[in-house]
């Protein structure tokens, strides 16, 4: 992302800082397949938190990559698959949800759930 680019989407959340309880930043971004986040994620991530947001969810690799808590906020580089037909490999077939507890208008933690999906393409919680 241009430096350019990202100073607007910084500013955005200025706005919605000044007029929401919590702010969620939802990312396309990363590695195809890679399952740990890269240096340019971490980067942008953290200027997201920086800049006020309290959740930042990424997706796009198609596979679970690591959550994070920086300083006030949790980063959630990629949570996988939910309902995607990407059936060739384990790691595609796993996803993950956030169940994000919220106290005194901040997230106070984050809990992961992990998920599956079958081979009809559906997803399931698994226990």
């Known amino acids: 992302m241009s430096d350019a680019r990202l100073e ?13 309880d919590v702010v969620v930043v939802s990312y396309h971004w990363g590695d195809e397949y890679q399952t ?9 991530a953290r200027s997201l938190i920086d800049a006020g947001t309290d959740l930042v969810i990424g997706h796009h690799s198609h596979v679970v990559q690591e959550v994070e808590k920086y300083k006030d906020g949790w980063i959630a580089y990629s949570l996988g698959n939910f309902v995607f037909d990407q059936d060739f490999s384990e790691e595609t077939m796993r996803g993950l949800m956030l169940r994000a507890f919220v106290r005194g208008r901040k997230i106070s933690r984050v809990e992961q759930v992990p998920i599956r ?7 399931y919680v698994v226990e």
């Open 36 to 44: 740990t986040s890269n240096s340019s994620q971490q980067k942008i």
């Open 8 to 20: 607007n989407v910084l500013e955005r959340i200025a706005e919605a800082r000044g007029r929401a």
């Open 117 to 123: 999906i079958s081979k009809t393409f559906q997803p």
